[in-house]
């Protein structure tokens, strides 16, 4: 089994920066990749950016490219989401996911991932 843990997230004004983390334990693998999305009271999850184990390769969604960044640190077992510049429409409950098969054409696909965590919220003040 595998446990994802998101934090950092909280309340903050437009125009700020938030970090989130998504710290795994257990049978984590290597190969994995991990995953954010994120899902706004009344609205469907929506893929926000995956990277794969060795950080090679990441992937972003269209609504958050070139405000978002993400990282990884494997010796900690932890994947990062910069974000910047956060907007009003940026609140939501954000989650970091795990997709143990590997880096895929579908890593933005919510059936791509076998591991989620219980979320953490953003809420950006205007």
């Known amino acids: 089994q595998v446990q994802l843990v998101e934090s950092g997230g909280g309340l903050v004004q437009s125009g700020t920066s938030l970090t989130l983390s998504c710290a795994a334990s257990?049978?984590?693998?290597?190969?994995?990749?991990t995953g954010w999305f994120r899902q706004a009271p009344g609205k469907e999850r929506e893929f926000l950016s995956a990277?794969?184990?060795?950080?090679?390769?990441?992937y972003y969604g269209d609504s958050v490219k070139g405000r978002f960044t993400i990282s990884r640190d494997n010796a900690k077992n932890t994947v990062n989401l910069q974000m910047n510049n956060l907007k009003p429409e940026d609140t939501a409950i954000y989650y970091c996911?795990?997709?143990?098969?590997?880096?895929?054409?579908?890593?933005?696909?919510?059936?791509?991932?076998?591991?989620w965590g219980q979320g953490t919220q953003v809420t950006v003040s205007s």
């Open positions: 996911a795990l997709e143990t098969s590997g880096w895929s054409r579908f890593i933005h696909l919510e059936r791509s991932y076998d591991y």
């Open positions: 257990g049978r984590t693998s290597r190969g994995a990749a």
């Open positions: 990277i794969n184990w060795s950080g090679t390769n990441t």
